[in-house]
């Protein structure tokens, strides 16, 4: 793998493209590409593959995943990942803007959620029992009729019938085992926050006590929620956090491992190298070799 290989794709780019929005079949890009396994690769866009058949493995952000039928993958713009079939699948990718989402009045809590797009992290895919497959069908094939058929409002038909897939989808989600309501949106609003936080100040912020500072809890209160509804603790977070960022600028810069070092906040290189090879068994310069000779 060279390293000028590995890419951000532009919505623009996408064959025939006009919108904010496109529905794909997987059997068409399958096909398209001769059944060969793409590049590792990034987009600029939002991207939803629903995999209704399929096998295979989708490696996202260093994690690889076993295709499996009934499986939804939500993809955040600027992950890495990649799509290695062992057959044609069945199944649709759905890929858009965030000007598709503000034109649609999709709220961000439905994008920023952890239970759906993950810009950093685990991102493992969404299962599809068969008595819920019949409702993505059902939505799938209205987004299929509506974006092939209609000349007035398509997109506002479309992004409706998003907005019902990420509804759905953010309620099917095994992660949400609270019955209280109430509970449920203030811990979801901190959780929330603290990603928004983390997102901003990975680069200069390290400790948990940082977060629940600006947070106004305390470091023991967000560690538990955001370990109850997660299943890791904040601290696993921060590290996740820098350890992803790490591993992206190493694969899409020529950074020396003292810059890189520097750029996430750490004083010495040696405390970067350590802690990078403590969470990955590699260091930084072992990581960047593995990656490109791969």
């Known amino acids: 793998m060279n390293q000028k290989e590995i890419r951000t794709y532009t919505f623009n780019e996408i064959d025939g493209i006009q919108s904010m929005f496109v529905l794909q079949r997987l059997e068409d890009l399958y096909n398209g590409a001769h059944g060969e396994s793409d590049i590792p690769h990034r987009h600029d866009y939002y991207t939803i593959i629903f995999f209704e058949k399929g096998n295979g493995t989708h490696i996202i952000d260093f994690t690889e995943y076993s295709i499996e039928n009934n499986s939804i993958y939500f993809l955040f713009p600027g992950q890495m990942h990649q799509v290695k079939p062992a057959s044609e699948p069945k199944g649709w990718t759905l890929k858009f803007t965030e000007e598709f989402l503000i034109a649609n009045s999709i709220p961000d809590k439905l994008i920023n959620d952890i239970y759906l797009f993950n810009d950093y992290g685990q991102s493992p895919p969404l299962s599809i029992s068969e008595t819920q497959l019949p409702v993505?069908?059902?939505?799938?094939?209205?987004?299929?009729?509506?974006?092939?058929?209609?000349?007035?409002?398509?997109?506002?038909?479309?992004?409706?019938?998003?907005?019902?897939?990420?509804?759905?989808?953010?309620?099917?989600?095994?992660?949400?085992?609270?019955?209280?309501?109430?509970?449920?949106?203030?811990?979801?609003?901190?959780?929330?926050?603290?990603?928004?936080?983390?997102?901003?100040?990975?680069?200069?912020?390290?400790?948990?006590?940082?977060?629940?500072?600006?947070?106004?809890?305390?470091?023991?209160?967000?560690?538990?929620?955001?370990?109850?509804?997660?299943?890791?603790?904040?601290?696993?977070?921060?590290?996740?956090?820098?350890?992803?960022?790490?591993?992206?600028?190493?694969?899409?810069?020529?950074?020396?491992?003292?810059?890189?070092?520097?750029?996430?906040?750490?004083?010495?290189?040696?405390?970067?190298?350590?802690?990078?090879?403590?969470?990955?068994?590699?260091?930084?310069?072992?990581?960047?070799?593995?990656?490109?000779?791969?």
């Open 136 to 294: 993505y069908l059902n939505i799938i094939s209205q987004i299929e009729l509506f974006s092939n058929s209609l000349e007035n409002y398509m997109l506002e038909a479309v992004g409706s019938l998003v907005k019902l897939f990420l509804i759905q989808s953010n309620n099917l989600c095994s992660l949400h085992k609270q019955n209280n309501p109430q509970f449920l949106e203030t811990t979801n609003h901190l959780l929330r926050t603290f990603k928004n936080l983390l997102n901003k100040h990975y680069a200069t912020k390290h400790k948990v006590s940082d977060y629940a500072d600006m947070l106004a809890v305390t470091a023991d209160y967000l560690n538990k929620i955001v370990k109850s509804i997660t299943g890791k603790s904040a601290k696993d977070h921060i590290q996740s956090k820098i350890i992803t960022e790490a591993k992206r600028t190493l694969l899409f810069s020529t950074l020396s491992n003292k810059e890189l070092s520097y750029e996430l906040g750490f004083v010495e290189a040696a405390h970067f190298n350590n802690f990078f090879k403590k969470s990955t068994g590699l260091t930084p310069t072992e990581f960047r070799t593995s990656i490109l000779l791969s």
